[in-house]
């Protein structure tokens, strides 16, 4: 209990953590207004067929990937998070009012492509301000895994509560009122920056010489090696995203009830996994733990594989949870380890990832189920986990700052 009493006490006397606490929070919530309906609002709402919608999706995620990585350059060479923050904030603002009475394909792609772009730099520099204010608090580097899983912790406890309510306000006020409820989170959030959330200097850890172009990250196989088996894990975490319910209530026989008790499953497990593997994280080597991570993914598909009722999909969500807490959470710690002196960039690119993974899920989803069916999806996802499993440990490197810190005694 002193493992968690401790970091819990510091956290709500830290003014600055505190607020980022609440930012985290915030920008959970309003991802979880739009992205379980972006898909309905695009092809329901606006009438873009498939191939179309698809199309719009892959240019505003390539588009919000090489803005972000410029803006997260530019935060690890001088200009302070704080200002970043607040561009991504009132980009994401405005991106979410123009969705919102906007219907014209090319100018949704546009408020997408370079507003909803730059908005897309918010969560990578919450992450790396909280990492930079827990190095300026001294916080032991062993502890830092468990404080940047508690600010992974808030952005999820967003999602227990966040698609029922956008649900709620969308029959009510059709998808104007859900992209109207994003924004209102976001105004919600500049309000926190401008008033809480303390300026700051850039960190500065080795110097110049320290931080290396942009493109050079790459050089260290390992980084390489780990951004490419979280594309592949995030790919198929989309793809069970898109398919779970068609297995649900299409191969299973189950109901929309059904459905939604799935997804239900695995965020109620999620919040106290996420502590525990945070508390793991500075104890044991966080590189093993990823691994391990990829290796139940592989597992968890194989259980889906196999299902023949929606009551046996409740089990084995919680190994889901599982999977979630370490590749949602000590992967950003981890990442981070990789380039101590270029956090925004670290943080990015694991953003990145999941942009990445989405994108190519959007995309093989439709492949793989037109040619196999739901439950044989699971099979080309059990191919693709194993795959990152096999480059994750073929390719490992250990980042620089992932010596486990002991724990106190007592």
Request: aromatic share 12%; with cysteine.
């Amino acid at each position: 209990m002193h493992r968690i009493i401790a970091p819990a006490r510091m956290l709500i006397r830290h003014r600055g953590l505190m607020a980022l606490l609440g930012c985290s929070l915030l920008m959970g919530l309003a991802s979880s207004f739009v992205a379980p309906f972006l898909s309905m609002f695009g092809t329901m709402e606006v009438g873009m067929r498939p191939v179309l919608f698809g199309a719009f999706m892959t240019v505003t995620s390539l588009s919000a990937i090489a803005l972000s990585t410029l803006l997260a350059r530019w935060s690890d060479t001088g200009v302070p998070r704080r200002t970043m923050l607040l561009l991504g904030t009132v980009s994401g603002l405005f991106g979410y009012v123009g969705y919102a009475f906007v219907r014209d394909v090319v100018w949704l792609t546009i408020i997408g492509s370079l507003l909803l772009g730059v908005a897309s730099i918010t969560f990578s520099q919450i992450f790396a301000y909280a990492r930079e204010l827990l190095a300026r608090s001294k916080v032991p580097p062993g502890d830092v895994p468990l404080f940047i899983n508690v600010f992974r912790l808030f952005f999820a406890l967003a999602w227990t509560a966040g698609p029922a309510v956008a649900s709620w306000v969308m029959v009510r006020w059709s998808y104007r009122g859900t992209f109207l409820g994003a924004a209102f989170f976001f105004l919600l959030l500049l309000a926190v920056i401008l008033f809480f959330v303390p300026g700051a200097p850039g960190f500065v850890g080795g110097g110049p010489e320290a931080r290396p172009p942009a493109g050079a990250v790459f050089a260290r196989r390992g980084l390489l090696a780990y951004f490419v088996g979280f594309v592949i894990i995030f790919t198929c975490g989309t793809i069970n995203m898109l398919n779970l319910p068609l297995l649900v209530v299409t191969t299973l026989g189950g109901t929309v009830r059904h459905v939604g008790k799935v997804f239900s499953v695995a965020p109620v497990f999620e919040l106290p996994f996420m502590i525990y593997f945070g508390l793991l994280a500075s104890r044991i080597d966080q590189a093993r733990l990823i691994r391990l991570a990829a290796v139940g993914a592989v597992l968890y598909y194989a259980l889906l594989a196999l299902v023949r009722a929606p009551w046996q999909i409740y089990p084995v969500q919680i190994l889901s949870a599982a999977i979630t807490a370490v590749t949602a959470g000590v992967a950003i710690t981890f990442f981070q380890n990789f380039l101590p002196d270029q956090v925004g960039t670290a943080t990015n690119l694991y953003a990145n990832a999941m942009r990445i993974g989405s994108t190519a899920g959007y995309l093989l989803f439709g492949v793989l189920d037109a040619a196999f069916g739901h439950r044989l999806v699971y099979v080309g996802c059990i191919l693709l986990s194993s795959s990152a499993v096999a480059i994750m440990v073929t390719f490992r490197d250990r980042p620089a700052g992932l010596v486990p810190t002991p724990a106190p005694s007592g």
